[in-house]
T-cell receptor
Framework: EAQVTQNPRYLITVTGKKLTVTCSQN?????MSWYRQDPGLGLRQIYY???????DKGDVPEGYKVSRKEKRNFPLILESPSPNQTSLYFC?????????????FGQGTRLTVV | AQTVTQSQPEMSVQEAETVTLSCTYD???????LFWYKQPPSRQMILVIR??????QNATENRFSVNFQKAAKSFSLKISDSQLGDTAMYFC?????????????FGQGTTLQVKP
């Protein structure tokens, strides 16, 4: 089954404790992105990757890191989480611009930083 | 920069009736895609319908259709014969075609409740 898998789905952590949210896709997509969803703001892009070892900042990158060592995986790293990073996070993947542009989303990760 | 605006935070409709969700956007691009995504309580993001800007014909998917007005930069979603399972948050989204990086720009969302 074609899918984007995120883990964990729920996470409660304390300020400053490093964490990683994993994302994996099995559709051989070139493009992958991370978004955060906040009430009244919709979804905003944090980071994106257009291929292995190619990553760039989205609209709200502060406090986050990513890596793309393999095509299928795109983890989101919070080195020192703060309460303002409490949010709902989504990973998404799609083919490159020359192919079908439909984005597939993971199930979401609800992160609470206390 | 592109922006997407959904001016209706919440809407409700009676089962079997028709409802229209509004979306406007701002861009200087000529070629782009527009999408409506549904987010039910399960949080899963589900693609409802897609419109390519160079196509004049409005997209339809079963009970879902759009009214795409390129000059007015308007992209509304019409849901006919509303069902209880349509209860969800709906997001309008924009993606540019030229220099595409896979980035979607979302509106604020509209919460739709279908009442029995």
């Amino acid at each position: 089954e074609a899918q984007v898998t995120q883990n964990p789905r729920y996470l409660i952590t304390v300020t400053g404790k490093k964490l990683t949210v994993t994302c994996s896709q099995n559709m051989n997509h070139e493009y992958m992105s991370w978004y955060r969803q906040d009430p009244g703001l919709g979804l905003r892009q944090i980071y994106y990757s257009m291929n292995v070892e190619v990553t760039d900042k989205g609209d709200v990158p502060e406090g986050y890191k990513v890596s793309r060592k393999e095509k299928r995986n795109f983890p989101l790293i919070l080195e020192s989480p703060s309460p303002n990073q409490t949010s709902l996070y989504f990973c998404a993947s799609s083919f490159g611009w020359h192919q079908n542009t439909e984005a597939f989303f993971g199930q979401g990760t609800r992160l609470t930083v206390v | 920069a592109q922006t997407v605006t959904q001016s209706q935070p919440e809407m409700s409709v009676q089962e079997a009736e028709t409802v229209t969700l509004s979306c406007t956007y701002d861009t200087s691009e000529n070629n782009y895609y527009l999408f409506w995504y549904k987010q039910p309580p399960s949080r899963q993001m589900i693609l409802v319908i897609r419109q390519e800007a160079y196509k004049q014909q409005n997209a339809t998917e079963n009970r879902f259709s759009v009214n795409f007005q390129k000059a007015a930069k308007s992209f509304s979603l019409k849901i006919s014969d509303s069902q209880l399972g349509d209860t969800a948050m709906y997001f309008c989204a924009f993606m540019k075609r030229s220099g595409n990086t896979g980035k979607l720009i979302f509106g604020q969302g509209t919460t739709l409740q279908v009442k029995p």
